[in-house]
């Protein structure tokens, strides 16, 4: 336990993806976390939430939290997981290096982590690295699946004489997002993630649960 920091220093951060997922998972860890390891009162954290993209680090949450801890009003922040909040290389950077500069801790309950200011751990350090590479390369796998996808049904005669897959939308021939393939591709991903129902996401994207199905035998087109 870190007696040293007190109950209104601290505080949790969660973030998800799109406003149908629920922060409560994330809060109950993060809170758990903070009560065993700083004996915090749970009434007196502070609470920072994003539903937002993690690629979007222009999060009001966030940018609320760094701005506070900046101002030395926080000693720890405790996330979930790495990927709650970053999803780069130079995100998971311009965030360590902010809350050092800062004086403040940073606790992944997830990978068990803790990076502390003025403390220099190498085998915590470069974990916590290879973990942001991780993340990153994830992201652009998907990204580079999603273009080899479009890429193998442009090629595909069939698909010249159908209509143009959800999310997507045909110019002069070509197939290209269109402006809801973000959204398609979160519904999409929390389907396969059993977290969504068919139904409710046939819902959300004002569709048909035949049509989520036929999406969802083209998980290459959306970096599934």
């Known amino acids: 336990m870190y007696g040293n920091i007190g109950d209104d220093q601290v505080a949790c951060y969660c973030r998800v993806s799109t406003d149908d997922q629920s922060l409560d998972r994330q809060l109950t860890a993060t809170q758990e976390y903070a009560e065993r390891e700083f ?3 749970l009434a007196d954290l502070s609470i920072y939430r994003d539903k937002s993209t993690g690629t979007n680090t222009e999060r009001s949450g966030y940018q609320e939290m760094m701005a506070d801890a900046e101002d030395d009003e926080l000693r720890a922040v405790v996330v979930h997981s790495i990927s709650r909040i970053c999803r780069s290389i130079s995100d998971l950077e311009r965030t360590t290096l902010r809350l050092e500069d800062a004086g403040t801790e940073l606790h992944i309950v997830s990978e068990g982590l ?3 200011p003025d403390e ?3 085998y915590q350090t470069a974990l916590f690295q290879l973990l942001g590479v991780f993340a990153e390369l994830e992201a652009n796998m998907a990204q580079q699946r999603t273009k080899e996808g479009i890429a ?3 090629a595909n ?4 004489h159908g209509p143009a897959p ?3 939308e045909k110019d002069d021939g070509r197939l290209v997002e269109a402006d809801d393939y973000h959204d398609v591709v979160s519904v999409l991903d929390m389907v396969q993630k059993d977290e969504l129902s068919k139904r409710k996401a046939a ?3 004002d569709s048909s649960r035949p049509t989520i199905n036929r999406a969802l035998e083209r998980a290459e087109l959306y970096g599934l």
Request: net charge negative; charged share 40%; hydrophobic share 25%.
């Open 166 to 168: 959800l999310g997507f």
């Open 120 to 122: 220099e751990d190498p």
């Open 157 to 160: 005669e069939d698909y010249h």
């Open 114 to 116: 803790t990076l502390r």
């Open 203 to 205: 819902e959300r994207l």
């Open 39 to 41: 004996g915090a009162d």
């Open 152 to 154: 193998a049904r442009q």
